[in-house]
């Protein structure tokens, strides 16, 4: 016999059934205006709510038993992996400071061919600003010398007529160590903030219809969460923690909707 009582209606598992295929992670800092989706999530993301209790156990009857639960704190934790390297994605995972102009300079390497016989030439990938530290044979046997083996011209290497670069054939690569002067890069301080706070926000949504969530937070402080791998074949990670903080009472709110 189904009850006709209120509050006997069951759910229905077919409708609410979810497996989320769309998670975005929008990010606020304090004191600016500006939303960044900050892209792709690795892994799964973790939303834990983190409840105490203070238990009041009574003795009235004998042994003692629990006669009020009482809500002592409360917050939310979320962990997320950034698979996204952007300069705000690594700003938050570093901890890093303000964003500022900078100059740097890097280091390559390039393997290129000889072009044409005698007084052929080697042309670097980069051309602009280049120190060129040493040419050597494919092999590392030769270490082959500026102005004797040959001349360098703005990443362009020329086989001098007196040495023996000249006479190598055409296709003959050589192995080149060079530094590039860069101008136009930007830095940050790691580990120079004291706090990295501002609004959150995680969109969910199903493909296969169902219920879309939106889960906001007014105030979050998002932290390092381990170690920042490098890994040689998988995508690059940076993973944080985000911790709700109470804002005049409230943390945030849930939306959800038909999708």
């Known amino acids: 016999m189904v009850s006709t009582k209120q509050g006997y209606l069951a ?23 500006l939303w960044v989706d900050l892209g792709d999530l690795g892994g799964d993301v973790s939303i834990e709510p983190t409840v ?27 962990e997320a992996t950034l698979n996204e390297v952007a300069p705000e994605n690594i700003r ?3 901890f890093g400071g303000a964003e500022t102009s900078a100059n740097a300079t890097l280091y390559e390497t390039a393997i290129p061919a000889k072009v044409g016989a005698g007084a052929g030439t080697w042309t670097l990938p980069d051309t602009t600003g280049v120190t060129i530290d040493s040419v050597r044979s494919i092999d590392g046997e030769s270490t082959y010398t500026d102005g004797v ?20 054939a055409v296709g003959t690569r050589v192995h080149v160590t060079y530094s590039i002067a860069k101008t136009d890069i930007k ?31 007014d105030s979050v402080h998002v932290a390092p969460n ?18 709700a903080q109470e804002v005049n009472g409230l943390f945030g709110r849930v939306y959800y909707f038909d999708v």
């Open 52 to 78: 105490d209790f203070f238990e009041f156990q009574s003795r009235r009857s004998g042994l003692r038993g629990v006669s009020k639960r009482i809500l002592s704190s409360r917050g939310i934790t979320i």
């Open 187 to 217: 830095k940050f301080e790691m580990l120079s903030t004291t706090t990295q706070e501002g609004a959150a926000q995680f969109q969910i949504r199903n493909n296969n219809g169902g219920l879309g969530q939106i889960y906001e937070l």
């Open 149 to 168: 083996e040959y001349t360098d011209a703005a990443g362009v290497l020329t086989a001098e007529a007196t040495g023996a670069m000249f006479d190598a």
């Open 11 to 33: 759910t229905n598992i077919a409708q609410n059934v979810q497996i989320p295929h769309g998670v975005s992670f929008h990010f606020r800092r304090t004191g600016t205006s």
């Open 92 to 94: 938050l995972a570093f």
């Open 226 to 243: 381990g170690a920042l791998n490098v890994p040689v074949e998988d995508p690059q990670s940076l993973p944080v923690t985000l911790t």
